[in-house]
Structures are given as structure tokens and as C-alpha cells.
């Protein structure tokens, strides 16, 4: 059975919206693959399809279900459900078997492999790479189809460990008022940051989300994340892990942290801070009053001009 056959199932309104959908979704995937040349996958596509066209009962959500976790099982992405904490302070997988501790294990060693991860922040889903590694860098911009001059934002878990890659021109004090929080926060790149990462700029946006499972993977890893919105470039930001599934092939591992709380879609308020005693705000986000009253008013900084 051949794509045609596949693009006409899924237009077809008889079939049930959500297996339509899936139809799609597979059709995208193995497009993606056939780079790959992975006919395994190829043969996958073919066998949901003619188990579709030959059934005449309906599709429960449970079944679409299904037939996701055994595309993404083929395709080795794997989609970890963390709990929210429970009393103990310690977050679990859905099945109660394998603790925080273990998803993080399993994320850090995927990006340590050279892999691109779907991670929970405190304001939309993110991908996220090794900032040093200059291949996993390139795979995040192919992944999202990202253009190459639009840079990416690191992510670190303290906030000494901006110090290291970035040239602070601000007090401490200034960045623990707004850090952890759904704030980037723009300074001059220090030497040690990969070349690679943003090569047209001399700035880099950090962050240190308001999300304890993302302070832990920085730690793990032991180096920054490139960080970056879970979609295809330039489509809505993401609040839940089932709205970017198109790019779960292409993933390694799929943290899923639940609904984001805010559900603004807005992401982090943007502030460029490489300008002593000044500040610019580059993408108003979903902080910007807060932020702006701490910068100006509480800190003193004044607007720097356009020029």
C-alpha cells in the first residue's frame, strides 16, 4: 500500500477524526525516514494501513493510542510521563515504577549521545541539546526547520553557572530577583561558549526555568542546554507534549511534565542586559511587567535608546 492509498484514508470522513490525524502523522514521519532509508519503518506504515483499510469497526482514542506508542517504540523515541511531586518530593513515571531520578537519567544520557529531548519548562514545551556540541546544535535547527540566523538560548541550572558563559554586566542581586524564572536573559558570550551556537552574534540568551526537573538536567549534564520551542518554526508554542507529536520521531526521549500551568503560550520574557546600566526588552513574553519593575525600579536601569 502506497502513500496515495495512505493520504486517502486519511481524508476520508468516514474514518474517525483521531485516526485521520494519526494517518497524517504517520505519513509525515515516514517521509522523514526515508532519508534514512529505515524500510522497516516503511513496512510499519504499510501494516497500519491495511489493518485500517481492512477493519469496519471504529477506532477508540485508546487504539490510536496504541498505535503511537508502537510507532515511537520502532522509531526509539521513548515518552516518559513524570507525575507532579508527590508528598515525598519525589516525581514518578505514570506506571510508579521508575522515580524522577530515572527520567532524568535516561534524558541526560540521551544528551550526552548527541540527542535533541522534549522537555517541560515553567512557561512552554522546549527541545533541547548539548550547547557544546555542534552536531546536536544543527540537528535542533533541522528538526524544528528553524532558520539558521535565529539563535537559541542556553539553559543552565545556577546561577553561577551563567558566569562561565556569559560576560555579566549586572549585580547578583539583579539576577536572583528574576532567576529561577520565565525570564531570558540576554548578555555578551564568554569565550568558552561553542562557537557554533549563534556564530552571528556575540550575545547569548540564558535561562533558568522556574522548573525543577530542568535545574536537575542542567546539573546532570554538567554543561548548558541549548533550549529552543517544542513546534516547527514559526507555528504556536506548545503547552502539552500531544501538540508537537509530529516531532516525536525525530526525538529521543519525550518528557512529558503534564499541561504547562501558565497556557499562555507567550514564553519567556526576553531582556537584553549586555549594556551597562541598561535594559531592552527584545520579546515582551509573559513576565514583562514584573520584569520591567524589577530592572527599572527596583534595580535602577534605565531603557537603553534605539539607535
Known amino acids: 500500500m502506497n502513500s ?12 474517525p477524526p483521531s485516526l485521520r490525524l494519526w494517518l497524517l502523522r504517520v505519513l509525515q514521519h515516514a517521509v522523514w525516514q526515508r532519508s534514512d532509508s529505515s524500510s522497516q519503518l516503511m513496512r510499519r506504515v504499510r501494516g497500519i494501513a491495511a489493518v485500517l483499510a481492512a477493519s469496519t469497526t471504529s477506532y477508540s482514542s485508546a487504539a490510536v493510542r496504541r498505535l503511537r506508542a508502537e510507532m515511537c517504540k520502532e522509531l526509539k523515541t521513548r515518552v516518559l510521563r ?33 540527542h535533541v529531548v522534549a522537555v517541560p519548562t515553567d512557561t512552554i514545551y522546549g527541545l533541547a541539546c548539548l550547547a557544546q556540541n555542534s552536531d546536536a546544535v544543527r540537528r535542533i535547527y533541522s528538526i524544528k526547520g528553524r ?17 562561565r558563559y556569559c560576560k555579566v554586566k549586572v549585580k547578583e542581586e539583579l539576577l536572583a530577583d528574576l532567576l529561577p524564572g520565565p525570564v531570558t536573559l540576554v548578555f555578551e558570550r564568554s569565550e568558552v561558549l ?14 533558568i526555568p522556574d522548573h525543577a526537573f ?31 507529536q509530529e516531532l516525536w520521531p525525530r526525538l529521543a526521549v519525550v518528557v512529558d511534565g503534564g499541561p504547562i500551568g501558565d497556557q499562555s503560550r507567550l514564553g ?12 531592552r526588552i527584545i520579546r515582551p513574553g509573559c513576565a514583562l511587567s514584573s520584569t520591567v519593575d524589577l530592572v527599572e525600579h527596583k534595580h535602577g536601569l534605565s531603557v537603553q535608546l534605539e539607535e
Open 4 to 15: 496515495d492509498v495512505l493520504l486517502l484514508l486519511a481524508l476520508d470522513p468516514e474514518v
Open 268 to 279: 519567556s520574557t526576553v531582556v537584553d542586559l549586555s549594556v551597562p546600566d541598561r535594559y
Open 194 to 207: 561553542n562557537t557554533d551556537l549563534n556564530p552571528f552574534t556575540p550575545l547569548v540568551g540564558v535561562r
Open 82 to 114: 513524570l507525575l507532579a511531586p508527590a508528598a515525598t518530593g519525589a516525581a514518578e513515571l505514570q506506571s510508579g515504577h521508575t522515580d524522577g531520578a530515572e527520567i532524568l537519567k535516561c534524558a541526560a544520557k540521551a544528551l550526552k549521545e548527541g
Open 147 to 163: 532558520n539558521g540566523q535565529k539563535p537559541l538560548a542556553i539553559c543552565v541550572g545556577e546561577i553561577q553557572d551563567i558566569y
Open 214 to 244: 530542568m535545574r536537575q538536567l542542567c546539573q546532570m549534564c554538567g554543561e548548558p542546554l541549548a533550549l529552543t520551542s517544542a513546534n516547527i518554526s514559526s507555528h504556536t508554542s506548545t503547552v502539552e507534549v500531544h501538540e508537537f
